[in-house]
């Protein structure tokens, strides 16, 4: 491989696991790339001041601290990664509001949360499904952890611009949108809505889901019995 080409596939290591030094500053360069996408995910959750909520895969924490200040009343933010770096970061940068219990990090994957069933009122992940081949997994973890009100917002690169994106070429899982939207679907999260992000063909997908039985017109979360009138 070309010094060109080794450079190439150690950004696209770091993005996948930023780790180190180096994976601190793609960790502040996600978060200028990706600052739009992630504010326009927040507030596609349309959240409650009182609201729990997950960033899954935060990276260099922009949504941390977006979802930090959306959720300023009573609400409490969980962050999950797998990169221990990146939770090093948040936690140096957050420790007030982790100390308040306002904030709350775990160092898991996101096809196994370390959340309780039906606990969130809203659910974030840009740009991190490149990285999991169990996507069946994942999302049915974030149905999992949904409340039945719930929102899932899922972030990602438009699939002609990432595959034009040298870095994919190693190691990046670029699936067709559809695919993506099935995927959740078979999970029980209907997509309602595809937002794009940014201008022209390499606009980013954001897709806004939430759980079957709300789409449905049941308003139910599956198993739990109707309050009675
Ligand atoms: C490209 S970065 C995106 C960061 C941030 N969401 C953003 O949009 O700026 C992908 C992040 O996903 C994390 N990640 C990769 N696989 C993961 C998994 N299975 N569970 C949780 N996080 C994961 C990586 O450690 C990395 O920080």
């Not at 994976?23 to 959750?45: F, I, P, S």
């Not at 941390?64 to 009573?74: F, I, P, T």
Request: aromatic fraction near 4%; hydrophobic fraction near 45%.
């Amino acid at each position: 491989m070309n010094v060109r080409g080794s450079l190439t596939a150690g950004l696209a290591k770091q993005l996948g696991a930023p780790t180190g030094l180096r994976g601190r500053l793609v960790g502040a360069m996600l978060n200028r790339a990706n600052r739009n996408t992630v504010a326009q995910a927040v507030a596609e959750l349309s959240l409650p001041s009182d609201a729990f909520v997950a960033d899954v895969g935060f990276g260099g924490g922009i949504g941390l601290q977006l979802l930090l200040d959306e959720v300023a009343g009573s609400g409490q933010v969980h962050g999950v990664e797998l990169s221990e770096t990146m939770l090093a970061s948040a936690a140096r940068r957050h420790r007030g509001d982790i100390e308040i219990g306002r904030l709350h990090l775990h160092e898991a994957s996101m096809t196994r949360l370390p959340l309780p069933d039906h606990c969130l009122d809203g659910v974030l992940s840009i740009n991190t499904i490149y990285f999991v081949a169990d996507l069946g997994s994942a999302f049915a973890e974030f149905a999992r952890v949904v409340k039945g009100t719930g929102r899932v917002a899922l972030g990602l690169g438009d699939p002609t611009a990432m595959h034009a994106a040298p870095y994919t070429a190693h190691g990046f899982r670029i699936r067709p949108v559809s695919d993506v939207i099935d995927q959740l679907g078979a999970a029980g999260l209907t997509v309602e809505r595809d937002v794009r992000v940014g201008s022209g063909a390499d606009a980013v997908h954001l897709l806004v889901a939430t759980p079957l039985a709300r789409t449905s017109g049941s308003g139910q979360i599956p198993g739990v019995l109707p309050a009675p009138h």
